[in-house]
């Protein structure tokens, strides 16, 4: 017996020894993972990087953590949000990211085609230093997607604070999604990290003088693609025609496009989240109703630096004014990430074509035959997306209201007439 | 007496069995319910009793229980064979009268009972009888009949499958009888929610006190249960008044049916990770541009379902992961190359040349190659286990002539061009298989993980990206994922609806395992 125990003792001693060799030392820190990025900002463009020629890398670095947000009655709301630091030095990013969170997160859009490479620093709660809350980054609606990058942290993981994470994607159908953070979702997302996310499609790469049966009257019957190269890194997919989907026949052709984020916020929760109070999660009731993370009339403030937090910082930088020239094709990008409600949302005056549902193109499963349809509103549930074109051929010049069909929401909140409305306006 | 004691002997492994199956049984894609074959009857009863909330409260119900079984919320799943003639018998045990309606269900007669607002009801302590054909496939429900904003949510509803003819486990499993609505697993997702505080005033005999106008519900269910109990297998004992788990498991490639049921009063948006799923029928009506011929072509594409008070989707969803620009198989380059990795797949035209920059190929056997933008591909002869395979980046750079596939890269990332082709090279196969890239030798993943102390981790992490394959965790950490299948959310994207009167994480979550292939995925009984 004794022998037993003693080689039981020496085993788990020896055993220990090797967990202990095997485990490497702890490295919390800032690491930014971009192929050709041989000085970790997360871009390709400094003198010394090294991008693969024929490999579309696109990189982004995002922080997460907490900040504040000006509501259109001037009230102050914590947030948590990301923040991008594309471009920011390692050494910079902590300092840089805190209290920066942002109010929608900050737009990612991306090409067919792209190896996308983000990362996302947890740059801890300034303001609730007792959180040691994770972050991560789930691309809602991506298709078959994994679950180590799908950011879900019963699945995965999430980030620790003053860490770094890089999430990799092959960008391969193009539509409208939205990203948001999925730890703890329900308060995580109440308290504001939630971003849009558009995927533009191979079409836009197409050669120029492709035949394209559908396009728009006046546009011709083939694609204009003026700096069309056979190396996509070579061939921007926004100059030329350009499209919602990969239609083969031009139909989603659009001019200006506008992603349009469908929210709201709970005051009280907020309140609570600053104050270290119990959350209360049974009785979420947003009260404060926004477009891209504003209430009107600031939905409409165009000017740079006009809406700034209690620090001093544009939080929130999405205005929602949808301004085009007659004749023009609008393509809003419409997304609901509320946590609490469907929303329904009114072009008052202006014919609204759906032609997508979830980035899905509507048409028949063999793609012989489209199914867009003409409507006034669109209801979209948490988590939805739809994609609408306005052509404006032919309509008065004039501001249009683009607005919640909840009409009972439309204001900030006590304050009548504002919230989740906005102006589009032909001119 | 022998016998007894032999019998008493299996009694007690029985039961062992059952504990341990519900405890680790967790490969399960089915439904269950009450299956009576062809021409059933059904004898319900309507009564009180009690289920547990995730948080463990006792919350007050009434629910329907089958013939000797307990009271069930929800309501017995009824199975239903296409065309049958189908009677439920309804007693009634409650104080006040009961009736049921069946939407969806043409020519319901009613007999025995009172006359009802909608239909005729049981007395306490009565009996009403219900007859109907069942005469197409589809996914309904029943639910009361009377006094029905109380009634309805106290848990007086249920779903009904109706079967399509020549339905078949295994062999022919479709939702409404076409190839184009075959699956290989199904799964119910029959939606409710609750106000606690109507069942408290039901509970303390103040039923007539209730006031439905100010409800609110703090709790949200799949199949009658909230997170965390969805993961409990069927049947557990813990559970007797709440029989349906809701723990959807898939390999990939198969297609998995939803059948959602709104069965609440609110509308939930219920997000699907992993995979947009496709729509196929609503309320029991198959999307179809030919009427009556259950071909789903107006089908919709979606990743987050509006799923509407009273409505019925049936959804099929799959799963291949076979763009992620990795290989999540984990396989290495000389593995056989499983079906569900190819994207696209063609025979080659010309025999290649060594000053070759482009290749040339037939009409995709499978799938289609992506139009400009670059995939990566492996030449070979054909052959599952060709070991003479070249990688290669290529771009269709003109759709115009979808035929010619420009050779972007030759090589795997991080290697040298190989010298010359493969001999016999006589196909292009689309896929990520065996994919590395640069790094360490072998190195089968995009970017290096975070060492695991600055990671938080949840309990359905395998350690590993990819499919089957278990990583090192820390003690205490992962345990809820025995295959090491890869783990997706289904669940409402209203996140409030995440919690259990007030506790995160609950109410509306589950949680569909893709897992790896030769794991035995027990199917529905009928």
């Not at chain 1, 003693?6 to 919390?28: F, K, T």
């Not at chain 2, 319901?108 to 069942?134: D, H, K, N, S, W």
């Not at chain 2, 295959?483 to 259990?500: I, P, R, Y």
Request: glycine share 12%; charged share 15%.
């Amino acid at each position: 017996m004794p022998s037993t125990l003693m080689r039981r003792a020496l085993g788990l001693l020896l055993g220990v020894c090797l967990l202990a060799l095997a485990v490497p030392a702890a490295r919390a820190a800032v690491i930014v993972q971009c192929p050709g990025d041989n000085n970790g900002d997360a871009d390709l463009v400094d003198v010394g990087d090294t991008p693969d020629p024929d490999r579309v890398v696109r990189c982004m670095h995002l922080t997460g953590g907490d900040g504040y947000a000006v509501m259109a009655d001037g009230r102050r709301q914590y947030t948590f949000g990301f923040h991008d630091l594309t471009g920011t030095a390692i050494g910079q990013v902590i300092n840089e990211g805190r209290m920066k969170a942002n109010w929608p997160s900050p737009l990612i859009a991306r090409d067919e085609g792209d190896e996308f490479f983000l990362t996302l620093t947890n740059v801890g709660m300034v303001q609730r230093p007792d959180l040691f809350d994770a972050h991560s980054v789930h691309f809602h609606g991506f298709p078959n997607s994994s679950s180590i990058f799908d950011g879900l942290p019963e699945s995965s993981f999430g980030i620790n604070m003053m860490s770094s994470l890089t999430y990799y994607y092959n960008v391969v159908k193009a539509g409208t999604y939205m990203y948001h953070c999925h730890i703890e979702a329900t308060e995580h997302m109440q308290m504001g990290m939630l971003g849009n996310l558009y995927v533009r499609p191979a079409q836009n790469r197409y050669p120029d003088g492709h035949p394209l049966g559908a396009l728009p009257a006046g546009k011709g019957a083939a694609h204009v693609n003026g700096d069309y190269a056979l190396n996509p890194n070579q061939d921007d997919p926004l100059v030329g025609y350009k499209y919602a989907y990969n239609d083969g026949d031009g139909s989603t052709y659009y001019d200006v496009e506008y992603p349009i984020m469908m929210g709201g916020f709970d005051s009280n929760f907020h309140d609570a989240d600053e104050f270290v109070q119990p959350l209360n999660f049974a009785d979420l009731e947003d009260n404060y109703t926004m477009l891209n993370g504003r209430g009107y009339p600031d939905t409409v403030n165009t000017a740079p630096g006009a809406i700034v937090n209690v620090n001093g910082f544009e939080a929130q930088k999405t205005p929602s004014l949808i301004s085009v020239n007659s004749g023009q094709i609008i393509l809003l990008r419409i997304v609901n990430l509320n946590v609490t409600h469907f929303w329904g949302l009114s072009a008052l005056g202006l014919p609204m074509k759906v032609i997508a549902h979830d980035a899905d193109l509507l048409q028949t499963a063999d793609g012989s035959q489209k199914l867009y349809y003409l409507t006034n509103s669109v209801t979209i549930g948490g988590g939805g997306s739809v994609d609408v074109l306005i052509d404006t051929t032919g309509l008065p010049t004039g501001t249009y209201p683009l607005y919640s069909t909840l009409l009972d929401h439309l204001s900030n909140p006590s304050e009548d007439f504002g919230g989740m409305m906005t102006e589009i306006r032909i001119n | 007496m022998k016998t007894s004691a032999k019998k008493r002997t299996m009694r007690a492994l029985g039961l062992a069995a059952i504990l341990i199956l519900g405890l680790f049984a967790t490969a399960q894609a089915k439904v269950d319910g009450l299956y009576n074959g062809a021409n059933p009857t059904f004898n319900l009863t309507a009564a009180t009793g009690y289920i547990v909330g995730g948080d463990g409260a006792v919350l007050h119900i009434w629910g329907l229980s089958p013939q000797g079984g307990p009271v069930q919320y929800p309501a017995p799943t009824l199975i239903i064979p296409q065309g049958s003639t189908v009677t439920v018998n309804l007693t009634n045990q409650l104080a006040e009268p009961v009736s049921l309606v069946f939407p969806g269900q043409t020519n319901v007669q009613a007999t025995g009972g009172i006359e009802g607002l909608v239909t005729r009801e049981a007395v306490p302590g009565g009996t009403v009888t219900y007859t109907f054909t069942a005469a197409t496939p589809g996914t309904f429900m029943y639910q009361s009949g009377s006094n029905m904003a109380l009634q309805i949510e106290m848990g007086l509803a249920g779903a009904i499958i109706v079967r399509p003819a020549g339905f078949a486990i295994p062999g022919n499993m479709t939702a409404y009888g076409t190839a184009d609505t075959a699956y290989d697993q199904e799964i119910l997702y029959f939606q409710s929610e609750m106000d606690h505080r109507i069942h408290e005033k039901v509970d303390s005999g103040q039923a007539s006190l209730v006031d439905l106008t100010t409800w609110f519900p703090y709790y949200w269910f799949y199949n009658g249960r909230n997170a965390p109990d969805v993961f409990s297998a069927a049947g557990v004992p813990w559970l007797p008044n709440q029989p349906y788990d809701c723990f959807p498991h898939l390999l990939p490639g198969q297609k998995m049916l939803l059948r959602i049921v709104g069965a609440g009063r609110d509308m939930h948006p219920f997000h699907h990770h992993g995979n947009s799923a496709t729509l196929i029928a609503v309320d029991g009506q198959v999307l179809e541009s030919t009427p009556g011929s259950n071909n789903p072509d107006l089908g919709e594409v979606l990743f987050t379902q509006p799923v509407l008070p009273g409505q019925t989707r049936d959804v099929i969803f799959s799963w291949n992961g076979n763009e992620l620009g990795f290989d999540i198989y984990g396989h290495v380059a000389t593995d056989p190359i499983l079906e569900v990795e190819v994207f696209a797949a063609a025979t080659l035209q010309d025999p290649l040349a060594e000053t070759d920059t482009g290749v040339n190929v037939a009409a995709p056997s499978q799938g289609a190659f992506p139009k400009r933008r670059a995939f990566r591909a492996v030449l070979t002869s054909g052959l599952a286990t060709d070991p003479a395979r070249e990688v290669v980046v290529l771009r269709m750079d003109d759709p115009a002539q979808p035929n010619i596939l420009t050779v972007v890269k030759r090589g795997q990332e991080g290697t040298t061009t190989p010298a010359s082709w493969p001999a016999n090279t006589s196909a292009v196969i689309g896929t990520y298989h065996g994919q590395i890239f640069a790094g360490p030798a072998d190195n089968r993943f995009p970017v290096t993980l975070p060492d695991q102390k600055d990671l938080t981790m949840g309990a359905f992490y395998s350690g590993s990206p990819f499919l089957g394959a278990m990583g090192t965790l820390p003690p205490g950490e992962g345990g809820f994922n025995l295959n090491n299948g890869l783990a997706f959310m289904w669940h409402s994207h209203s996140e409030k609806e995440l919690t259990n009167n007030n506790i995160f994480p609950g109410g509306a979550i589950s949680i569909a395992i893709v897992e790896p292939f030769g794991t035995t995925i027990e199917q529905s009984a009928h």
